[in-house]
């Protein structure tokens, strides 16, 4: 039995180390890339090879050739305006779908699971004739319109506020609480997990997209920072395999920082957001 036992954890621990190369494996080894000069192989054994002089200069070459302070102001722009939309949007949605007794909610949950079923490129041409039309062409609020809510993010919160047990909203009824304070006092303090989730959710669809960008966005000063990044593998500035790592790492790092900041908050608002789902 102890044999069996030992066997089973040294199993987990295998599959867990394995995840664990596979999903840290590619992010180490730009870095290393990003840290090399250009002495040293980025191709081949090598590529994986830990810098043996570390250097910083590709990073400034990225600062120096595209405007990453511009691209940053904008992806943070539609980050921002990304998650207030869809914490406004979803938590009063998901509240409405979440209260029993209007006709209605379940066929409103049903299109909304529905629409999820599709993806975006099915749709991107009638968004792009519409954005065109409300005259949003290279403008952020194009690139963010789309995305104003997410259905996910609905379902989401529906979830945690369903798990909200009935006796805690009875009460406060009882205490004379109207539906906006019941909403304000009750339910969104116990749904603050699930609202992080969303937060954190929304904030990484809104920084990595790129397709969507793309199209929307014509000029230089309004590309957002994956957009911007792009330019670093065009034929005007030559192709520097270092210099394009550099400029990855440097997108990763603010999601890197928000996850690491509110991991703890995140898992509990997954597990909460899980209940009733």
Same mark, same amino acid.
């Given at each position: /039995?102890?044999?069996?036992?030992?066997?089973?954890?040294?199993?987990?621990?295998?599959?867990?180390?394995?995840?664990?190369?596979?999903?840290?494996? $590619?992010?180490?080894?730009?870095?290393?890339?990003?840290?090399?000069?250009?002495?040293?192989?980025?191709?081949?054994?090598?590529?994986?090879?830990?810098?043996?002089?570390?250097?910083?200069?590709?990073?400034?070459?990225? /600062?120096?050739?595209? $405007? #990453?302070?511009?691209?940053?102001?904008?992806?943070?722009?539609? =980050?921002?305006?990304?998650?207030?939309?869809?914490?406004?949007?979803?938590?009063?949605?998901?509240?409405?779908?979440?209260?029993?007794?209007?006709?209605?909610?379940?066929? @409103?949950?049903?299109?909304?699971?529905?629409?999820?079923?599709?993806?975006?490129?099915?749709?991107?041409?009638?968004?792009?004739?519409?954005?065109?039309?409300?005259?949003?062409?290279?403008?952020?609020?194009?690139?963010?319109?789309?995305? #104003?809510?997410?259905?996910?993010? =609905?379902?989401?919160?529906?979830?945690?506020?369903?798990? @909200?047990?009935?006796? =805690?909203?009875?009460?406060? @009824?009882?205490?004379?609480?109207?539906?906006?304070?019941?909403?304000?006092? #009750?339910?969104?303090? *116990?749904?603050?997990?699930?609202?992080?989730?969303?937060?954190?959710?929304?904030?990484?669809?809104?920084?990595?997209?790129?397709?969507?960008?793309?199209? #929307?966005?014509?000029?230089?000063?309004?590309?957002?920072?994956?957009?911007?990044?792009?330019?670093?593998?065009?034929? *005007?500035?030559?192709?520097?395999?270092?210099? =394009?790592?550099?400029?990855?790492?440097?997108?990763?790092? $603010?999601?890197?920082?928000?996850?690491?900041?509110?991991?703890?908050?995140?898992?509990?608002?997954?597990?909460?957001?899980?209940?009733?789902?």
């Amino acid at each position: /039995m102890i044999a069996r036992k030992r066997l089973r954890l040294a199993g987990r621990y295998a599959v867990l180390l394995s995840v664990t190369v596979v999903m840290v494996g $590619p992010l180490l080894w730009q870095l290393f890339i990003a840290l090399k000069g250009q002495n040293e192989s980025v191709y081949g054994n090598g590529s994986f090879s830990v810098p043996t002089h570390p250097t910083l200069h590709n990073f400034a070459a990225v /600062m120096k050739r595209i $405007p #990453v302070w511009t691209y940053l102001k904008n992806s943070f722009t539609v =980050v921002g305006m990304s998650i207030a939309s869809n914490l406004v949007l979803a938590t009063t949605g998901g509240y409405m779908l979440s209260r029993p007794g209007w006709r209605g909610a379940k066929a @409103v949950f049903l299109v909304l699971v529905i629409s999820m079923m599709f993806p975006f490129e099915s749709i991107m041409i009638s968004l792009f004739i519409d954005i065109r039309d409300l005259s949003l062409i290279d403008k952020l609020t194009g690139v963010w319109l789309p995305g #104003v809510v997410g259905a996910f993010n =609905v379902l989401i919160m529906r979830a945690a506020f369903a798990a @909200v047990p009935d006796e =805690v909203e009875e009460a406060a @009824v009882l205490d004379g609480a109207g539906e906006w304070r019941r909403f304000t006092r #009750v339910f969104l303090p *116990s749904a603050r997990g699930a609202m992080l989730v969303v937060a954190i959710t929304t904030f990484i669809g809104a920084w990595d997209d790129f397709l969507w960008p793309f199209i #929307v966005l014509r000029s230089d000063h309004s590309f957002t920072l994956t957009l911007g990044l792009a330019r670093l593998q065009s034929t *005007s500035f030559g192709f520097d395999e270092r210099t =394009v790592m550099a400029g990855s790492i440097i997108s990763v790092i $603010p999601v890197l920082i928000l996850f690491i900041a509110t991991q703890r908050w995140f898992y509990k608002g997954v597990e909460a957001g899980a209940v009733k789902m």
